[in-house]
């Protein structure tokens, strides 16, 4: 009687063919996803959480710091790529050696590489960026000379959305501002009055608490003052418009001068109410701001204008010189 004494293999589980090309193409897709494909999913979720952590870190750093982010999230960026693409490569290589030998994991099904994805960097990095431009900044393009010349028209403004969380805007601030329901209701202002001061518009002139803010032709201003605007004033000014220096509060900045009448609601003085704002355009003769549209209530004031993030003239060329431009306050 012959007996077989070939041994047996023990079976351990059901084996796949580890494509490369598939590993590499799901690290860049999801950074921790090709761990995933090649059997090791703890360190893949690792990866995914660090991206996001990193990227909820700089958020955070912005938030405190108020720093101009073009140059830092380019470098975050490019590294965040080659990092990804490095181990795109690693990934492949394992795929690689591991062949036809793989052993499948329970984890190794596509619901589970899209829940991982989903779950641990798409839905978190969306709703990062959703926070950050719903709740920290936004980006907001000037159209039009009503702001000259502290912006020009084509400027890409970077706002910081929780300027005024902690307490309200002073005399002078520069605020994007929502004046009700207007078809065109978002403006860049600069406000000249406060609750509870008295407004008015005798003979269109503007008056604070029977005051009108001090103001002066550049003839008159001082060296340094002239060289903070031959900075700032770099864009062909509207025609028929005179810069001049004003001052309320003590906070000076530069305006172009009234040149042309405008409808106002009233000419009589007015308290502002506990929760309203005077706001006018730093180009005087700019319609569209409170002197003929009303007070701004604190729940229109969405943020302060920070940086200038791109700016195009009027045939789309680029300004470069005016790029992460600090705006003035």
């Not at 999801?30 to 995933?36: E, I, T, V």
């Not at 101009?68 to 490019?78: Q, R, S, Y």
């Not at 003979?203 to 029977?210: D, F, R």
């Not at 009233?266 to 569209?288: C, F, I, K, P, W």
Request: charged share 15%; hydrophobic share 45%; with cysteine.
């Amino acid at each position: 009687m012959v007996h077989d004494v070939t041994p047996h293999a023990t079976y351990r589980g059901e084996t796949a063919v580890r494509k490369p090309a598939v590993a590499f193409l799901l690290t860049l897709l999801c950074p921790g996803l090709g761990l995933l494909v090649v059997g090791n999913l703890a360190a893949g979720v690792v990866v995914n959480l660090s991206y996001v952590f990193v990227a909820s870190l700089f958020v955070w750093l912005w938030a405190r710091l108020l720093f101009f982010p073009l140059v830092p999230l380019a470098i975050l960026l490019a590294g965040g790529g080659v990092i990804t693409l490095l181990m795109a490569l690693d990934a492949a290589r394992t795929a690689r050696r591991q062949g036809h030998q793989y052993l499948l994991r329970p984890y190794n099904h596509p619901l589970v590489y899209a829940a991982v994805s989903l779950g641990t960097f798409h839905l978190p990095l969306v709703f990062l960026i959703h926070l950050t431009f719903t709740q920290l900044v936004s980006l907001v393009w000037i159209d039009g000379d009503s702001m000259y010349p502290t912006l020009a028209d084509g400027d890409l403004i970077l706002v910081d959305r929780t300027a005024y969380r902690d307490s309200g805007p002073r005399h002078g601030d520069l605020v994007l501002v929502q004046f009700g329901s207007r078809d065109r209701s978002y403006e860049v202002g600069r406000i000249l009055a406060v609750p509870t001061d008295e407004v008015g518009l005798p003979g269109g002139i503007l008056q604070v608490n029977e005051q009108v803010p001090l103001w002066r032709s550049l003839s008159s201003s001082s060296d340094a003052l002239q060289a903070q605007l031959d900075a700032l004033v770099d864009v062909v000014h509207p025609a028929g418009s005179r810069l001049a220096i004003e001052s309320i509060h003590q906070r000076w900045y530069f305006i172009s001068e009234q040149m042309a009448s405008f409808p106002v609601v009233t000419s009589q003085t007015a308290r502002l109410a506990d929760d309203e704002y005077y706001v006018v355009h730093d180009n005087r003769s700019a319609l569209g701001d409170s002197r003929n549209g009303g007070a701004v209530v604190r729940s229109g004031i969405l943020g302060r204008p920070l940086y200038i993030a791109m700016s195009l003239t009027a045939d789309g060329a680029l300004r470069r010189n005016r790029i992460g431009r600090r705006i003035q306050p």
